[in-house]
């Protein structure tokens, strides 16, 4: 599938050996011209190196070049960690001719290792040399971990006599519940728009997106966001006024829609991909803890893993969300089947088993208290994710 770039970007990857020997696990994405830049990043309270590094850097608004690895999170690496990112952002800056402060470092992988600093450095001249040889699905594939398959989009809308294009490439199957983004995350466009509204349409765009999105309810130190601009296309501006915010808007948010969809039907062992639809609630916010709570819960997941109408463990995770509920008002249907109402069962369980086989699913769960909804995607729980996750540093 071909996936267009945006003008001005370049790619390179190239194989450090950080984790694995004989696969691409360093990459490069460089703009010609410097690009304005917005970002969000873990709210753990742990955060790795190079996100440390990201949002110190981002406060200038200016991007050059995105330097990223698998293979090592470089988290709970203390002093060492932060000179280790900083020094492979100043070799790679040394060798491109821009500033360090320009260079934003990502990482994927293990928390707790140090940073394989004498493969990485040298491997940066190769980066160098092969700037502009790589696509960008080779970027996507040299940062998975435990991902299946490369994620990657890339989407386009006309200004004019000009066409601007955006190209969204991500990883993350497990460790995901970001409440703010995923795994790794780099968003490119050659749009020209204003700089504080990059960052108002990255705000919004994730709102439904990757923060609507739950694998295993565990955060991650690294999840970061990156979504970079080089003005390239040679468009308007676009202001907030402009004919083309709205329409700009909504390629970034179907951009980060279907990347945080992907992350989803690459959960770690999943099986079905579960979209679970929460209305009549009195805020979002209520809404949208009702969903994740649901979500998160393992007896939900697994119950649909074994394709068990078991409505008792989703009415319970309502229950325990902390949002108050009126029992006998709430309504929960699964693939369009009520199987409560009224505070009572409706005795339909035989009539769903069949659609359980499915591999997609969807919850409804009707509150009945207010106008707002919210909606979060996951995955069930299989022995695959325990497998996968208990030799994961093995």
Not at 3 to 30: C, H, M, N, Q, W
Not at 84 to 110: C, H, M, N, Q, W
Not at 128 to 156: C, H, R, Y
Request: aromatic content about 6%; some cysteine; charged content about 25%.
């Amino acid at each position: 599938m071909d996936f267009p770039s945006p003008k001005g970007f370049e790619y390179s990857v190239t194989k450090a050996g950080i984790k694995y020997r004989d696969r691409y696990d360093l990459a490069l994405i460089y703009s010609k011209k410097p690009a304005q830049i917005a970002g969000v990043f873990t709210t753990n309270q742990i955060k790795a190196a190079p996100v440390k590094l990201c949002m110190r850097r981002i406060k200038g608004g200016i991007a050059h070049a995105v330097i990223a690895n698998s293979g090592n999170a470089n988290a709970c690496t203390g002093k060492k960690g932060i000179e280790d990112a900083d020094e492979i952002t100043y070799k790679l800056a040394e060798r491109l001719g821009i500033k360090k402060e320009l260079v934003f470092p990502i990482s994927t992988g293990v928390i707790g290792m140090p940073m394989p600093m004498e493969r990485i450095i040298p491997s940066i001249e190769d980066l160098v040399k092969d700037l502009g040889k790589a696509e960008p699905l080779q970027v996507a594939q040299a940062i998975m971990t435990t991902d299946t398959f490369p994620k990657i989009t890339s989407k386009q809308i006309e200004a004019g006599d000009r066409v601007i294009t955006m190209l969204g490439l991500c990883k993350g199957a497990g460790m995901i519940s970001p409440n703010m983004a995923t795994m790794l995350s780099v968003i490119l466009t050659d749009a020209r728009i204003e700089g504080q509204l990059l960052k108002d349409a990255l705000r919004i765009a994730i709102a439904d997106s990757f923060n609507a999105i739950t694998v295993d309810g565990d955060m991650s130190t690294n999840d970061t966001v990156l979504l970079l601009a080089n003005a390239e296309a040679g468009n308007p501006k676009i202001e907030r006024k402009s004919n083309l915010w709205k329409p700009f808007r909504d390629m970034l948010h179907e951009t980060c829609l279907e990347l945080a969809k992907m992350i989803v039907q690459d959960g770690e062992g999943a099986t079905k991909f579960i979209t679970i639809n929460v209305t009549g609630a009195k805020t979002g916010s209520d809404a949208k803890r009702i969903a994740r709570t649901v979500a998160n819960s393992p007896l939900v997941k697994t119950a649909f893993y074994g394709e068990d109408p078991n409505w008792g463990r989703i009415i319970a995770a309502v229950g325990y969300s902390g949002v108050p509920i009126k029992e006998e008002k709430i309504e929960i249907y699964i693939n369009g089947i009520c199987l409560f109402e009224k505070g009572l069962p409706t005795m339909l369980e035989e009539s769903l088993k069949e659609s359980l086989k499915q591999k997609e699913i969807e919850i409804l769960i009707k509150l009945n208290l207010g106008k707002s909804q919210a909606k979060i995607f996951t995955t069930d729980l299989s022995e695959e994710y325990i497998r996968i996750n208990s030799a994961y540093r093995t």
